[in-house]
């Protein structure tokens, strides 16, 4: 299947617009059903909890942050208050950054990441849409949403988000902090790159993948997606880059539960049709898969849901499960000689099983030196640095992986997440690295 | 090409662990799946061997004397001694300095934030200065806006449980002004904090009374803050292990997951193990099938390690109809009547604390009629039945003995 040009751009830009009455705006009728998550029945899971309190243990948030009362209370207790009486969400929920190590902490398996997204969805619900907050939140929330209007003027983009005035305002009015730079906006997005190479080069009756790119390597990380596409060519595979909206990620961090079903309605819509025609899904962002696999089943249930999770992989997890990847590597003839890497597995890779999957395949390669920095967040958690009122709590929280990658051998860091990335080069300046990048200089 | 290794362990408890690393050393590939955080993390950080036998004889001065008394369904009884003195032999190895009691078979008695006095086999360094069998006298230290662990109560339990020293409990305020119902990784992470650790050591000081050594809950998770305040006080200070979430466990557990990365045994977690796949004959298992999402993947290789913890850990399961092991569908006996499993008293002997798999002297899972199930599985810890190890105080023993045997018999057989 090969990619046309986007015809949904107009509708992105609607998406700020409350009283947005196209097919996909939030009508009062569907921002009620936005919340069938909060319908679902979550009371085996609050019975489950037998309080060992784990999850706060594993919280990064509640070890820095005092006023943060911890995943136990935002979940279960929270629960069981609210069905006792009519008791509204505590405004803590929106201090969770949504990292989820909590449920892979929970002995118990108590789904305490889906209690906090309908908590925080129903939060935000009872938010004044006026408030500073909201506004903020909702800004960070649909980043995509402004990365396709800046990635048409990129050099301009850069210039103005890199502005001190910019910077300043963006603190002042909208509690955005100006210690980080923005991400720059590549020149040529990935889709652009995409449609002008002609697609897929490759076709296959029975090896084809549909990459679910999502929004930060389409607009500022183009050179990790082409990595897949080039890695996933080599072993074979057809391609497909289907339209897509932003994975919910931020969304769901954010309690804009009703953005969120927005973008996964549509997801699930063009990404089941491909599941139906053979393909699988595949993400370079472990946040991306995580959306698909978990959040989505868990909060929302339009048609081809359970498909779309089903069918939804990691990239290096996917070739690891169906094609020799660690021979390739070893027995390719490309010289690697990779600056020593500072390894940093992002929390959400670890709810899917992948957080030593980079460790595993580099360690025995030739020219590449790999080294983990250890098991702590790195602190940003999506949009949750990028708070003002946060950003202390999140260097904080980091604190320990700059320590770590301070003292590995080498200056170059290596992440799946695109915002772990961020805050792994803001605190030690090192450039960052995906690791298909590198399995792309390995094997092409 | 799927995933595949030539021994594959599953659960990232102890008995998983010392499983993969000792696999590991005989020169196999291993991989260890464990479906969440270790459970260690929950664990108290103490490392039992025997306290008392199962008629409720104890505490037990020394563990490999009373061996000999146990029943021949028992774990220990299955491997023999010689498994258990090489299992701490391999915990030491693990924890070095960390963690003391190597010295002596005899249990040492280390008192915990109950006020009850625990035998146990190795304790954390930290914990050193507390034990029971020490004459000097004590005082413990409890915070108010920490409730888990009341001082006074816990002071008061050991005098009444005839320890040879006097003891006296304090509850101080916390030099931070923390939440009341802080979490106790925001109370370590206070103590790090110089200024805090001097606040403590003042607020103390003046309930000294005579105490020759200051016991603070398990929350000094750096050697310096502990090291500081003894300075400060001019007394031996040690630690009070708790119940989950405990320090020391995560500590534990992290020295493990260390050593295992360093032995070079690959780890997934986050995912469950949830079924197997088996050669033609369903005489041997050929894979191990993870849960992703409701699509399985299977995960091969030539020798399996089940070590997925009793019925706490979840190794067995239970419901109205009988008692299973999920993952290879394992014979555990049990009664036919469910109000057999249990006794009507608390703390009575019941018979569900010893479900588990009935293992073969090399502890391959056995049948209902004793012939091995699988000969390419071996059970390790709690998922192997026949000790009450919660009222024995025997789980981490039986744990790194049969993670031994079955490690090193899987990594034997490739």
């Known amino acids: ?444 | 090409m799927p995933i595949s290794e030539d021994v594959v362990v599953i659960g990232g408890g102890l008995s998983g662990g010392v499983a993969a690393l000792v696999a590991a050393r005989t020169g196999a590939s291993v991989r260890l799946i464990s479906h969440k955080e270790s459970t260690l993390r929950h664990a108290s950080g103490l490392i039992d061997v025997l306290g008392y036998l199962p008629d409720g004889t104890g505490p037990i001065v020394n563990p490999f004397d009373a061996l000999d008394e146990l029943p021949n369904e028992h774990p220990y009884s299955v491997v023999g001694e010689t498994a258990v003195r090489e299992g701490l032999t391999i915990f030491d190895e693990i924890v070095g300095e960390m963690y003391a009691g190597g010295h002596t078979d005899t249990n040492a008695l280390v008192p915990t934030q109950g006020g009850t006095v625990k035998p146990t086999a190795r304790y954390p360094q930290s914990v050193a200065a507390g034990l029971a069998s020490d004459e000097r006298d004590m005082l413990l230290v409890g915070f108010e806006a920490l409730s888990d662990f009341d001082a006074p109560l816990a002071a008061e339990h050991l005098a009444a449980a005839g320890v040879p020293f006097e003891t006296q409990g304090v509850t101080v305020q916390f030099p931070e002004d923390l939440r009341d119902d802080a979490r106790i990784t925001r109370f370590a992470t206070a103590l790090e904090r110089d200024s805090n650790t001097r606040a403590l050591a003042d607020a103390v000081e003046s309930h000294l009374d005579g105490a020759e050594r200051v016991g603070f809950p398990a929350l000094l998770s750096k050697d310096t803050v502990r090291s500081e305040l003894g300075t400060r006080l001019g007394k031996p200070v040690f630690e009070i292990p708790g119940g989950p979430p405990s320090l020391l466990g995560l500590e534990l557990a992290e020295r493990l997951f260390e050593t295992l990365d360093e032995a070079g045994v690959h780890i997934s977690s986050g995912v469950p193990v949830v079924g197997h796949e088996t050669d033609g004959n369903d005489e041997r298992v050929t894979a191990v099938l993870v849960d992703r999402n409701g699509q399985t993947h299977p995960y091969h290789a030539e020798q399996f390690v089940l070590a997925t913890g009793g019925l706490v850990g979840k190794g067995i399961d239970t419901d109205r109809d009988g008692v299973t092991e999920p993952i290879f569908d394992c014979y555990i006996p049990h009664s036919e009547d469910r109000y057999d499993w249990f006794s009507n008293e608390a703390f009575g002997d019941h018979s569900f604390a010893r479900f588990g798999i009935v293992p073969s002297e090399g502890l391959q899972p056995t049948d209902a009629n004793g012939e091995i199930k699988f000969e390419n599985v071996r059970a390790a810890g709690s998922v192997v039945g026949g000790a009450d190890i919660a009222s024995e105080k025997s789980g981490s023993g039986v744990s790194l003995a049969t993670g031994l045997i079955a490690g090193r018999n899987a990594g034997e057989a490739i």
């Open chain 1, 1 to 444: 299947m090969s990619d046309t040009e986007d015809t949904h751009e107009h509708e992105y830009e609607h998406e700020f617009d409350q009283s947005d009455s196209s097919p996909t705006g939030p009508t009062p009728v569907e921002s009620a059903e936005a919340f069938d998550g909060l319908n679902a029945d979550l009371r085996p899971g609050a019975d489950n909890c037998y309080k060992c309190t784990s999850c706060d243990t594993s919280c990064p948030v509640a070890e820095v942050d005092d006023e943060f009362p911890g995943p136990k209370f935002q979940g279960p207790e929270q629960w069981r208050l609210k069905r006792k009486e009519d008791t509204d969400i505590d405004e803590s929920i929106m201090s969770c950054s949504n990292c989820m190590r909590c449920d892979d902490a929970c002995p118990s398996s108590v789904p305490l990441s889906q209690m906090h997204n309908t908590a925080r969805g129903e939060y935000v619900e009872g938010m004044d849409k006026f408030s500073r907050e909201y506004i903020r939140n909702r800004i960070l929330a649909n980043y995509g949403t402004l990365a396709r209007i800046g990635s048409r003027v990129p050099r301009l983009t850069n210039a103005i988000m890199g502005n001190r005035v910019t910077k300043w305002f963006n603190e002042r009015l909208l509690g955005i902090t100006s210690e980080r730079e923005f991400p720059e906006f590549a020149h040529q997005t990935f889709r652009k790159w995409w449609n002008d190479r002609g697609g897929s080069q490759v076709t296959s009756e029975q090896k084809r993948i549909a990459y679910f790119h999502g929004d930060y390597s389409n607009f500022n990380t183009p050179e990790v997606a082409k990595a897949l596409v080039r890695v996933f060519e080599s072993f074979g595979y057809e391609i497909a880059v289907p339209e897509q909206r932003c994975s919910g990620t931020p969304m769901f961090a954010n309690g804009m539960l009703a953005d969120a079903r927005r973008a996964a309605k549509f997801n699930v819509e063009t990404l089941s049709a491909l599941v139906e025609d053979g393909y699988d899904i595949i993400c370079s962002c472990t946040s991306c898969s995580m959306a698909l696999r978990q959040e989505y089943p868990e909060l929302f249930d339009f048609e081809g849901t359970g498909e779309v999770a089903a069918h939804t992989y990691e990239a290096v997890e996917y070739l690891r499960l169906h094609e020799d990847l660690e021979g390739e590597l070893h027995d390719s003839d490309s010289e690697i000689d990779h600056p020593a890497l500072a390894y940093h597995a992002p929390c959400h890779a670890r709810n899917q099983g992948l957080h030593r999957q980079a460790l595993e395949l580099f360690r025995t390669l030739d020219g590449v030196d790999i080294e983990d920095v250890g098991d702590s967040c790195s602190g940003i958690s999506g949009t949750y640095g990028w708070k003002s009122e946060k950003y202390d709590y999140s260097m904080e929280i980091g604190e320990e992986m700059f320590e770590e990658m301070k003292d590995a051998e080498g200056t170059t860091g290596m992440t799946e997440c695109p915002t772990c990335a961020m805050q792994m080069e803001h605190g030690t300046g090192y450039e960052i690295n995906h690791p298909l990048e590198v399995i792309e200089a390995a094997l092409t």
